[in-house]
């Protein structure tokens, strides 16, 4: 109980810091070392690259609007010549922020709704007998209800659907193998609301016709926001035309970094490009496609259609963007963060001189100093009654001596007055001590027959 009453009692204490210089060259140029690391990284990492002095915001608002231009004729044996124009193969076609591009497609012209045969590749649709045709029941991922009647020259049960099913292989070559060569025009809005700064990635000209000669390259022109598709699947690292053929997913990176310490005009976008889907030793899951249809009626009136699957370049527009503006607070932190570290150095370098040095105990005697109130108050009571004592003690010398000075001067007539009535004998006068002043008589010379003279030397202070 008594070690933990004395812990808590230690919680009281108050401790101060003690400086003390250790001569130790090798502790010394490491601290040093450390500082100079320290003051490197504030400088040159935090304010420098980081710019630790700015209040940041990364919250964007933006907006993004897209538009395609480009033609190009197919002619397949199927519907024969088509012209394809950004109506056609740009879906959807109201220019958002995520777009389909077609570059392939399988079309099955002229489907009706009536009663055909499953496709084999359906392995729900294959059969032997007409039980294994449940009527009413639905083809798993297949194209239409069975009716139970087990169709033996293709192997697979009668359903009613649109006829006839989607039959035909995709093509080993891009349909639109010339959509390289349309072009996408990014229109970019952008706001930092925090410090009400907005701007498009538009380059402010006064040439109108600017945008229509323009077109994006990273050296001559990279503030132009009209892209050819070609350069900018190849920007990903891949061909346009083997992307092509079985589709593809890209992604389109707008980044905005924008310093508002410097001059307006000094905000731009950065682009980059990179391909989102996977495309491994041609894996499955590589490509992009869908199916859509077109609608028409004959003249009688009956509905029948045009199905389309198609493959294509799925575009991903993303916005990034963070702004930053000075500001006292962050700057005071950064700098608070520095002494902060400054302070750890000298840490360690205390941990290094008080525990994995041979001089450790020595260095720790120096450096802490522990104060007890109670005992030097009781110290002091002594000193203060000795250095009474010592003051009597002088008072009392001095008065003394004045006394003895008082008593010799007294003195002086009564020894002459024996010295001349024994003129046999040799007499002095009185030593008197030199630190109440000094007198000193002459000797009385009984062999003179003259009286000699008495003379007294006193020092004066």
């Known amino acids: 109980m008594a ?13 101060t810091e003690k400086y003390v210089i250790a001569e130790n060259r090798k502790i010394g140029i490491l601290f040093r070392l450390y500082q100079l690391a320290v003051l490197g990284y504030i400088i040159g990492w935090v304010f420098v690259v980081k710019k630790g002095y700015q209040e940041k915001e990364e919250a964007v608002q933006t907006s993004v609007i897209t538009k395609l231009k480009g033609v190009t004729l197919t002619n397949t044996s199927e519907a024969g010549p088509y012209l394809w124009s950004a109506e056609d193969y740009v879906i959807p076609p109201n220019g958002e922020q995520v777009f389909f591009i077609v570059t392939n497609y399988i079309e099955t012209p002229n489907q009706r709704l009536g009663f055909c045969a499953e496709s084999f590749k359906v392995p729900n649709g294959r059969c032997q007998i007409d039980d294994d045709c449940i009527e009413g029941e639905a083809v798993t991922a297949g194209h239409g209800i069975k009716t139970g009647v087990c169709l033996n020259s293709t192997g697979t049960c009668e359903i009613h659907a649109w006829c006839p099913v989607e039959h035909s292989r995709r093509p080993t070559e891009p349909l639109l193998s010339e959509a ?10 952008i706001r930092f609301p925090k410090f009400e700064f907005s701007k498009s990635n538009v380059l402010e000209t006064s040439n109108e016709n600017y945008l229509k000669t323009c077109t994006y390259n990273k050296d001559s022109h990279p503030y132009c926001p009209i892209f050819h598709l070609r350069d900018l699947v190849s920007s990903t690292g891949y061909d346009f035309q083997d992307m092509a053929v079985k589709g593809g997913s890209v992604g ?16 731009n976008p950065q682009y980059s490009f990179t391909r989102l889907d996977i495309n491994l030793n041609n894996s499955i899951t590589s490509g992009y496609n869908f199916r859509y249809a077109r609608y028409y009626k004959d003249q009688t009136g009956e509905t029948y259609r045009t199905l389309y699957k198609v493959y294509g370049i799925r575009f991903d527009i993303m916005i990034n963007g963070k702004a930053g503006k000075f500001n006292i607070v962050p700057t005071i932190i950064a700098i ?10 000298a840490f360690a ?20 100093e522990i104060i007890n109130f109670g005992k030097e108050k009781i110290k002091d009571k002594d000193e203060k009654g000795r250095h009474r ?6 008072l009392a010398a001095e008065k003394g001596a004045a006394n003895s000075v008082k008593k010799a001067e007294e003195g002086e007539p009564a020894v002459e007055s024996i010295a001349e009535s024994q003129p046999g004998v040799e007499k002095r006068g009185p030593t008197i001590p030199r630190n109440t002043g000094q007198r000193y008589s002459a000797v009385l010379s009984q062999q003179s027959a003259e009286p000699k003279h008495h003379i007294t030397f006193s020092a004066h202070n």
């Open 349 to 368: 370098c205390d941990m290094i001189l008080l525990y994995m040095m041979n001089t450790s105990s020595f260095y720790r005697e120096k450096k802490f």
């Open 180 to 189: 390289e060569n349309f072009t996408i025009y990014i229109k970019n809005f």
């Open 389 to 394: 004592e010592r003051r009597s003690r002088k």
């Open 3 to 15: 070690g933990w009453g004395g812990f808590f009692f230690s919680l009281l204490n108050y401790k």
């Open 252 to 267: 389109i990176l707008i980044e905005w970094n924008c310093d508002l310490d410097k001059d307006y005009s000094q905000c």
């Open 336 to 345: 608070g963060s520095g002494v902060a570290l400054l302070g750890a150095g």
